[in-house]
């Protein structure tokens, strides 16, 4: 069976990754020589030292993680005290975030039966890192957990891989096909067959190996070791590994995070790292922040609460009469509200390469220079009338030519204005290519801006509030699919 992967464990893996716009795995592997000073709180490397050390870099890493990896053996290695560790550390994750025991388990009947107990049912472990060597029948008593994820190793990241798993191997039952083939690549093709529960371990260090593996197992998840302390090449693990979607690889990076001085720096660096690779690899993909339910229930119902969007007969700038106001310059008038969608702007963001943001006046304004204290990035804005004293400035901010400005507006509906701020930027000699909005309202904007060669990522579509507002009560169902009949006669006009 070969295919997307939809079952739960991967169901719960794809959220995350789009929850979090990251493909960045953090491992959990505390070496009590190697931990910082700070943790030790002078008492040497105890076991509530390493459980502080841990809980501090999943707290620090919470914002860019797509997924935690404990590896076992570190665990084991501290004794009794060691498994301690490792529960109070798979307790010390959030919920949401999945979690692959890294066990490289493999064997038979019942051994196999114990460990799969153990991995799923003792540490609730999401997945599990498995070798295939065994065969099948290692695995089988794994697969009967048919809600986890299983990761086979296929082409690990150390040097002495290549002893055995790049030999090749004529397999007498597809000779006359598929003559030589390594053995990594056999794997793959088996062990994807087994269900689609199976992921494959591929090495950063073998970048060629990562594309030979993708062409065999195309929509497979990949888990991905190497990168940082091994030496493996981000940038071409990426370009190898990448599905035509921009995700499929889940890279794994514990030193280079655990030991850094700055660990929330390191994994927010990683992320940036990786999502601007998934930009160059897919620069028309627009990207959607796919946050859990009810935290966009919430900001809906407040944004109704504020009066941001009413429901009624209004008479827009146009002279047409809608159902539907958003009046986006109130998120001034509730600072916690504007830095939750601020919040939003951001993850949008850390997946489009990016210079400096420019706001649109006059909503965006505020909302930009939330999103730049947010993320860090600076702000700059065309005015909307032309400056006849002073310096003369046609857009407020220090920039440079041939930076790149991402446009940050409220919403878009046809795109016009975004598309007026986008060639004034671009006259001034300023590379613009992407624009972040808070609503999509589905009036055809994306598409335009898309013939001019920008590409809008939005934190959600009208539809999806509309879709809240009914699940909450806020509004009646007869309400949203008269604002949904006036979009799309809109869209048509």
């Known amino acids: 069976m070969s295919g997307t992967q939809t079952t739960s464990f991967f169901a719960k893996l794809a959220a995350s990754v789009e929850q979090r716009n990251s493909l960045l795995c953090v491992g959990l592997d505390p070496v009590p020589d190697q931990m910082p000073e700070r943790y030790r709180n002078g008492q040497g490397a105890t076991a509530d030292a390493l459980l502080a050390w841990n809980r501090a870099v999943i707290a620090a890493t919470a914002p860019y993680a797509a997924a935690y990896k404990p590896n076992i053996a570190f665990y084991e290695a501290l004794g009794a005290d060691g498994f301690t560790l490792l ?13 692959i025991l890294d066990a490289k388990r493999g064997d038979i009947g019942s051994t196999a039966a114990a460990y799969a107990k153990a991995c799923f049912e003792h540490w609730r472990a999401d997945a599990v890192t498995l070798t295939p060597y065994l065969g099948r029948d290692s695995i089988q008593p794994f697969l009967a957990y048919t809600d986890k994820g299983l990761f086979v190793l296929c082409h690990t990241s150390n040097p002495g891989s290549a002893d055995f798993q790049e030999m090749e191997i004529n397999d007498w039952r597809t000779l006359d096909r598929e003559p030589n083939l390594p053995l990594y690549i056999h794997v793959a093709k088996t062990a994807t067959a087994w269900s689609p529960n199976v992921g494959l371990v591929v090495g950063a260090t073998f970048p060629e190996s990562i ?64 999502n601007q690779s998934r930009i160059r690899s897919a620069p028309n993909a627009p990207l959607q922040f796919a946050a859990p339910s009810d935290v966009f229930d919430t900001l809906f119902a407040s944004l109704v609460d504020l009066e941001a969007v009413k429901f009624g007969e209004f008479i827009l700038a146009s002279g047409i009469q809608s159902p539907i106001y958003i009046d986006l310059r109130l998120l001034v008038s509730r600072p916690s509200l504007l830095a939750r969608t601020a919040d939003l702007y951001t993850n949008l963001l850390r997946g489009v390469p990016c210079d ?131 979009i799309r006669e809109q869209r048509c006009a």
């Open 87 to 99: 529960r109070r550390t798979l307790d010390a994750i959030p919920p949401g975030y999945p979690v």
């Open 211 to 274: 594309a030979a593996v993708r062409r065999t197992a195309p929509e497979r998840w990949f888990l991905v070791p190497g990168v940082g302390a091994q030496g493996g090449d981000l940038e071409a693990t990426l370009a190898a590994g990448l599905r035509a979607d921009g995700a499929g690889l889940l890279i794994n990076v514990s030193r280079g995070i655990a030991l850094a001085d700055d660990p929330a720096a390191a994994a927010n660096a990683i992320c940036d790292q990786i």
């Open 356 to 486: 400096r943001i420019a706001g649109v006046p006059y909503a965006a304004l505020p909302i930009g220079t939330a999103v730049a204290l947010n993320a860090g990035v600076p702000l700059i804005y065309p005015r909307k009338e032309a400056k006849a004293y002073g310096l003369g400035r046609d857009i407020e901010g220090a920039w440079s030519q041939g930076e790149r400005v991402v446009i940050v507006e409220d919403l878009i509906t046809s795109g016009g204005s975004t598309l007026k701020t986008a060639e004034r930027l671009r006259a001034a000699g300023l590379i613009v290519e992407h624009a972040l909005v808070l609503i999509d309202r589905e009036q055809g904007g994306p598409e335009n801006l898309a013939a001019h060669g920008i590409t809008v990522h939005s934190a959600f579509k009208l539809s999806d509030m509309l879709d809240s507002l009914v699940r909450q009560g806020l509004i009646s169902a007869e309400r949203a699919e008269s604002v949904r009949r006036f």
